[in-house]
């Protein structure tokens, strides 16, 4: 009787630590969760998701105020598109420009721009057009995407060196409220060996940041 | 011991699945579908064109990515500050299909991106030419999360790794308080403007292996009547 009373005893007490140790599992599950929740929340936050590749403004501070900062693009190896009509060789190779009348007049460059260390750091569109109710029109949009873009119209006369200036109409970004002129150039490369260049398109930015109205 | 840290792993992973379903299906991220520029009293220029990659002129990137650029041998954007850029030149066209400008994109995933916002953000531009008319540039922020949501992940999750339907939703997010892009005009009958723009998605269908492949996408812009003044600067 007493035997099988204590064997009883035995069973239940194995069965209660069975349960708490069923419990104490089911807590640390329970802990798990809440730590999973916690630790992908954290990541989430303090991880970034896009970390943009940043190279060196090399901007020069003007005596009077704003800066200014100097881009390439070499051609033609900096060219990613020239859309023009009736191309013998269109670049890239096998673009279909369209054949549309009101197209003509028009010519779209797209460049990959570099900083004066000769690094790119952006990329460029410029179109040139020529229609009756616009006029000539020059137009750069340069887009530097660590930093923004800058909307640049430029006028048609070359300056007395060879260079046209430009007005910037509007920014986004670090660019939202910087405005001044840019400069456009053509530099020829002298230089003669065979992997050289045909030139570098320069251009200056000088800008200030625009005051705000009170 | 190894059986607790085998409930506290398993749990970890509960929790984290639990956290991103969540967020995925979190309906305060929804996006909007109605374009603020719907009710406006000015006119709105609406330019459409097609998003899938070997419908446009160009399309490039850095060359690894899952849109193969296009045409094949266009120079790609694989230098590191433009590795997460792409840049696209097409034909734009007007309410009737006709052709109406070029437009060239440039976008580039934005550091603001925040999965907990329900935000995938992708600042673009735009620069436009309408021949007879004048250029324009928009800029933007654009967020991608419910096309990521209801497209790209059902695309994954499907056993025929595609997704096929009808998604339409605007992605501009700013930098305009109401959602939309700032647009600069700068020649002809732009010249000057200053107003505001929404561009919206419609995909069809989109393939894991090539990503979007029946996408358009359509720019409003908004044009102050002559007289009534332009927008306040954004």
Not at chain 1, 18 to 46: Q, R
Not at chain 1, 90 to 118: H, M, S, T
Not at chain 1, 125 to 143: F, K, M, Q, T
Not at chain 2, 151 to 178: F, K, Q
């Amino acid at each position: 009787m007493l035997c099988g009373l204590s064997q009883i005893g035995s069973e239940e007490y194995d069965r209660n630590a069975n349960l708490t140790k069923l419990s104490d599992m089911f807590k640390t599950f329970v802990a798990g969760i809440v730590l999973g929740v916690v630790a992908t929340a954290a990541g989430l936050y303090y991880v970034p998701v896009v970390d943009q590749s940043r190279e060196q403004s090399l901007v020069i501070v003007r005596p009077n105020q704003g800066n200014t900062e100097t881009f390439y693009a070499n051609v033609p190896m900096d060219r990613i598109l020239i859309g023009a009509p009736s191309q013998q060789s269109p670049v890239p190779p096998g673009l279909q420009w369209p054949d549309n009348e009101g197209f003509a007049n028009l010519r779209v460059e797209l460049f990959k721009i570099r900083n004066a260390k000769d690094v790119v750091v952006g990329v460029a569109s410029r179109i040139a057009a020529n229609d009756e109710i616009p006029g000539d029109v020059i137009e750069w949009v340069l887009h530097l995407p660590a930093r923004g873009s800058i909307y640049v119209s430029v006028q048609p006369e070359p300056q007395e060196g060879g260079h046209r200036v430009g007005t910037v109409q509007s920014g986004t970004r670090e660019f939202d409220h910087m405005r001044g002129e840019i400069s456009e150039r053509w530099v020829a490369d002298t230089a003669e060996s065979d992997d050289a260049s045909a030139g570098r398109i320069e251009l200056i930015t000088a800008l200030a940041a625009q005051q705000a109205e009170l | 011991m190894i059986k607790h840290l085998f409930a506290l792993l398993f749990g970890m992973a509960v929790g984290a699945a639990v956290f991103l379903g969540a967020l995925f299906l979190n309906p305060l991220t929804t996006q909007q579908r109605l374009s603020p520029i719907t009710v406006t009293d000015n006119d709105v220029v609406k330019l459409g064109y097609s998003a899938a990659a070997e419908d446009m002129l160009i399309y490039t990137n850095d060359g690894e990515s899952r849109v193969d650029s296009h045409p094949a041998k266009v120079l790609q954007l694989w230098e590191a500050p433009i590795r997460k850029t792409r840049a696209i030149a097409t034909v734009l066209t007007d309410s009737r299909g006709q052709a109406a400008g070029i437009g060239v994109k440039f976008s580039s995933d934005s550091e603001t991106t925040n999965i907990l916002k329900g935000q995938a953000i992708v600042d673009s531009v735009w620069h436009i030419y309408m021949p007879e008319r004048g250029s324009l540039f928009v800029g933007q922020s654009e967020n991608f999360w419910g096309y990521l949501r209801e497209v790209v992940i059902p695309a994954y999750w499907n056993s025929a790794d595609s997704w096929r339907g009808i998604w339409r939703g605007n992605v501009t997010a700013g930098p305009g308080a109401l959602g939309t892009a700032s647009v600069a005009g700068g020649s002809g009958e732009f010249a000057g403007l200053k107003s505001e723009g929404v561009e919206a998605l419609s995909a069809k269908a989109y393939s894991v292996e090539l990503g979007p492949v029946a996408i358009d996408g359509e720019l409003s812009i908004e044009i102050p009547r002559k007289g009534s003044g332009a927008s306040p600067d954004l």
